[in-house]
Every structure is written in structure tokens, then in C-alpha cells.
């Protein structure tokens, strides 16, 4: 069964960029669409946008204007990367799988991302 | 955007008893042309990713016991646990997909 792994730096400096990859096992990207959320305790579940295999992608507006969601489907990864980040930016990100619709199964683990000087 | 509120923030059921949690949406998540709400329920235990339990509101995704059930319509949505396991202690989210930005509630901690 399809399983994602979150990987990417710990710690991220204030103004910088965040990056995460997410690979994905036990089964093909090309397909579905692939979604990034993060969880912090001030603002709960927050879904950031998806990419779907062929490249397309969709944003939430309150970040549009720093994400960018990236696929490689030779390496079966999808990217994530958050530009000017702040320390409300800290918080445990995920990937997921998520369908035609707008659902979300399976997860990875999630990785905690803190922004501090 | 889809504001989900969920009530109440923490509840503390004892084992073998009811639990329900409900779901409010700033609008309808029922799309007329289906006659489907959009609308999903996540567990989440402690130091794991959420875990899709429900969606189409009611529909349980595979494996998932069938203590837990869910109901409602439009904007007003119950997740139930008809006899509360130990393991059931958790985290539990709704979130709409019926429009983007996809939103979820606040969460609801269940405990014992």
C-alpha cells in the first residue's frame, strides 16, 4: 500500500525558504493528487495546496503567494517550498494523498519545521 | 473560505459509553447535483497523522470499526462512537472538501 515519507531541514531561519520532498512508496505518483498540510497549535489543520501528477496545482490563498508544489515523477517525490518564512510558519508538516475530491489517505509521519534565528 | 467549527473542544466519555461530536459549516457543504455532502472525519492518535475515518459524511472508509458512524446534512454534521474503546482516544477533525481552500474544525480531544 502507498506509503509517503516527509524529509527536509528541521530548522529554517526567519526570511528564508523551506523546503520539503515527500516520497512516495508502494506506489506510482502518476496519479491522484498530492497534497501538503501543516499543523500548528495557534491555527489547528491548515491545507497548503496540491499538485496533481501531471503538474497542475492548486494553492490556498492565504499562502499562494509563497508556495510552490513541485512533482517529480521519476523519483517519485513531490516538493514543497515556502518562501519568507516567519515563526508562525513553525509547525508539523505533512504530506497526503489526496483523491478527485478533496480527501486525504494516507499521510506521511509529518516533520516538524521550526523557524528560529 | 469554509469556516468548520467543531463542539465541544474536549470531551471525557467512560468506556462503553456514547460519544458524539459535532460539526458546523459556514455554509452548505451538500452539492446538488450529487446529492453528496462533502464532508470527511479524521482521527488522530497521539504522535501519528491523521487517519480518514469517514466521508461522504456517513460512508466509513474500510477497516474502520463500525462503532464509529456518521451523520447529518447541509451544515450540521455528528460523528459517533457508540461504545467508547480505549483506543479510541484521540483526536478527531471534520474537514470539508466541497470547495478549495479544503478546511477543517478546530478538533475535538476525546478522552476517557
Known amino acids: 500500500q502507498v506509503q509517503l515519507q516527509e524529509s527536509g531541514p528541521g530548522l529554517v531561519k526567519p526570511s528564508e525558504t523551506l523546503s520539503l520532498t515527500c516520497t512516495v512508496s508502494g506506489g506510482s505518483i502518476g496519479s491522484d493528487y498530492w497534497s501538503w498540510i501543516r499543523q500548528s497549535p495557534g491555527k489547528g489543520l491548515e491545507w497548503i495546496g496540491y499538485?496533481?501528477?501531471?503538474?497542475?496545482?492548486n494553492y490556498n490563498p492565504s499562502l499562494k503567494s509563497r508556495v510552490t508544489i513541485s512533482v517529480d515523477t521519476s523519483k517519485n517525490q513531490f516538493s514543497l517550498k515556502l518562501t519568507s518564512v516567519t515563526a508562525a510558519d513553525t509547525a508539523v508538516y505533512y504530506c497526503?494523498?489526496?483523491?478527485?475530491?478533496?480527501?486525504?489517505?494516507?499521510w506521511g509521519q509529518g516533520t516538524l519545521v521550526t523557524v528560529s534565528s | 473560505d469554509i469556516v468548520m467549527t467543531q463542539s465541544p473542544d474536549s470531551l471525557a466519555v467512560s468506556l462503553g459509553e456514547r460519544a458524539t461530536i459535532n460539526c458546523k459549516s459556514s455554509?452548505?457543504?451538500?452539492?446538488?447535483?450529487?446529492?453528496?455532502?462533502?464532508l470527511a472525519w479524521y482521527q488522530q492518535k497521539p504522535g501519528q497523522p491523521p487517519k480518514l475515518l469517514i466521508y461522504?459524511?456517513?460512508t466509513r472508509e474500510s477497516g474502520v470499526p463500525d462503532r464509529f458512524s456518521g451523520s447529518g446534512s447541509g451544515t450540521d454534521f455528528t460523528l459517533t462512537i457508540s461504545s467508547l474503546q480505549a483506543e479510541d482516544v484521540a483526536l478527531y477533525y471534520c474537514q470539508q472538501y466541497y470547495s478549495t481552500p479544503y478546511t477543517f474544525g478546530q478538533g475535538t480531544k476525546l478522552e476517557i
Open positions: 461522504w459524511a456517513s
Open positions: 497526503g494523498r489526496g483523491d478527485y475530491y478533496g480527501r486525504f489517505d494516507p
Open positions: 499538485i496533481y501528477y501531471s503538474g497542475s496545482t
Open positions: 455554509q452548505s457543504v451538500l452539492y446538488s447535483s450529487d446529492n453528496k455532502n462533502y
